[in-house]
């Protein structure tokens, strides 16, 4: 991964030509993995390869300006310094917590931008490519309201940045870990564990342990009761919070199976083989560990207990389902706690969309396919 700064064997190598693949993962350029594509992508002696593909369904995750890592990699010539690509076609405002954020695209340069950009974009959209495949329905929202124990906690969270639990207090060092500790209080109440020191000498530390009550988890046996024998995919950040939607799932006689981070690779295939030739009912998976890769057909119904705050993983977990050898519509369940962080994440997620949209055009390319 210092393919870029150090000399590796890959440096050695006069690539013709070098292809990467989910190139969204190399939008930050200062990861490791990031300087390596663009590394392993000079001949040595520094000379660019004549020709580099950028592979990737999603271009864009957060903001428009996470497209020029990938454009770097693709025509380093023509965008050599991020910050001056930012200051040509962003339009950049300071958040709440003393960032620089990146709002939307100039006006005023846009149609340079796509002279640049569109030329070097092909985009084909999934309805295009695979019209025969059933469609992937407008997400149907569940609306929780919150517990007393749980809405204490979170209310403590939101006001202090300090939650005090029945067995302790539990204070946040940032607005970041705030967000965090938030996002678990609106899907389940928590304890406290105390931990080892960091450090010989240091302060105990303290982790949050999700339990019951789960006013989410009461919704989830809902929802899972009103499927009758279907099929469904359970996905959410919070290992925990799947563990636990696990625990009460079997203890209601619902045949379940676990992906996480915490299970083997030979034990998930077992479980997604066993969850595809329909030996159980319900998968819960976390989205870091089972939102790619996998082939989740047998089921038509994902739900979420919670989103993640990066729109490519929330597609990515859809298209477990919907994908080639899928025979029915997707049909997608949020369950959404009322007037909590969960709310702010869909708004998030919508505004993330719409800029996506403002880039790649895919409904004018869709209109041009379909005419």
């Not at 105390?194 to 000498?201: N, Q």
């Not at 992906?259 to 997604?272: A, I, M």
């Not at 403002?358 to 209109?367: I, P, S």
Request: proline content about 6%; hydrophobic content about 40%.
């Amino acid at each position: 991964s210092d393919e870029e700064r150090e000399p590796k064997e890959l440096n050695e190598i006069a690539w013709g030509s070098v292809g990467a693949d989910e190139a969204h993962r190399g939008k930050d350029p200062r990861s490791k993995q990031t300087r390596a594509v663009w590394g392993a992508s000079r001949w040595a002696g520094g000379r660019p390869a004549p020709h580099r593909f950028a592979l990737t369904g999603t271009p864009v995750e957060r903001s428009p300006e996470d497209l020029w890592s990938i454009m770097h990699f693709v025509a380093p010539d023509e965008w050599p310094a991020k910050t001056a690509w930012v200051e040509r076609y962003g339009l950049a405002t300071w958040n709440d917590w003393g960032f620089q954020t990146f709002v939307g695209l100039r006006p005023e340069t846009r149609s340079e931008l796509d002279r640049y950009l569109l030329p070097r974009l092909i985009r084909r959209p999934k309805t295009a490519v695979l019209p025969e495949l059933p469609p992937k329905l407008a997400p149907v929202r569940r609306l929780v309201e919150l517990s007393g124990k749980q809405k204490k906690a979170y209310e403590d969270m939101r006001k202090h940045l300090v939650a005090q639990l029945d067995d302790g207090t539990l204070a946040t060092a940032n607005p970041l870990a705030q967000t965090q500790w938030l996002c678990q209080f609106a899907s389940a109440y928590g304890s406290v564990e105390e931990l080892p020191p960091g450090i010989p000498g240091g302060p105990p530390r303290k982790r949050l342990v999700l339990t019951e009550p789960s006013s989410k988890l009461d919704a989830l046996e809902e929802v899972t009761d009103e499927l009758g024998d279907q099929q469904a995919a359970i996905f959410a950040e919070s290992r925990q919070l799947v563990e636990l939607a696990a625990a009460r799932l079997e203890r209601a006689g619902k045949r379940v199976g676990l992906v996480t981070g915490e299970v083997s690779q030979e034990r998930r295939k077992e479980v997604v083989d066993a969850f595809q030739a329909g030996d159980l009912q319900l998968l819960l998976l976390t989205l870091g560990a089972g939102g790619e890769g996998l082939t989740l057909t047998a089921a038509s119904v994902v739900v979420f207990l919670q989103r993640s705050w990066s729109r490519t993983k929330n597609v990515q977990a859809e298209d477990r389902l919907h994908r080639i050898g899928q025979e029915r519509p997707v049909t997608i369940v949020e369950l959404v706690t009322e007037g909590t962080v969960d709310e702010y994440t869909r708004d998030v997620l919508a505004d993330k969309s719409a800029r996506v949209e403002e880039l790649v055009h895919d409904e004018e390319t869709l209109r041009a396919w379909l005419r």
